[in-house]
């Protein structure tokens, strides 16, 4: 399976962007990544196939929003209100296998991963 990020780009603070992934095959859990200058990849959400509850960091709860189109084999995140601590390149991941609860927020769940979209927030 292969994604497609897309979606980045330049925003002010306080502005809104939306990620889109697609994904060339059937997936059950997705999720989005991130990863800014000189710190590791951290989770920012990912939801499953068949399960109605959205996972997200407690960094972006409230602002972000992620959903899935299984039948497009797609994925978005919305992003609001965004801050400059949002800045990162931002990877779009898929695990053709139902990723357990405790291990969703886990890179390791994921078997599939996108080339990054970059997205910047200036102050």
């Known amino acids: 399976v292969q994604l497609q990020a897309s979606g980045g780009g330049l925003v002010q603070a306080g502005g809104s962007l939306r990620l889109s992934c697609a994904a060339s095959g059937r997936t059950n859990g997705m999720g989005w990544f991130r990863q800014a200058p000189g710190k590791e990849r951290e989770f920012v959400a990912a939801v499953r196939w068949g399960d109605t509850s959205r996972y997200y960091a407690d960094s972006v709860k409230g602002r972000f929003t992620i959903s899935k189109d299984n039948t497009k084999n797609t994925m978005a995140l919305q992003m609001n209100s965004l801050e400059p601590e949002d800045t990162a390149l931002y990877y779009c991941?898929?695990?053709?296998?139902?990723?357990?609860?405790?291990?969703?927020?886990?890179?390791?769940?994921?078997?599939?991963w996108g080339q990054g979209t970059q997205v910047t927030v200036s102050s």
């Open positions: 991941a898929a695990s053709p296998n139902r990723p357990i609860t405790s291990a969703i927020r886990s890179p390791q769940s994921y078997h599939y």
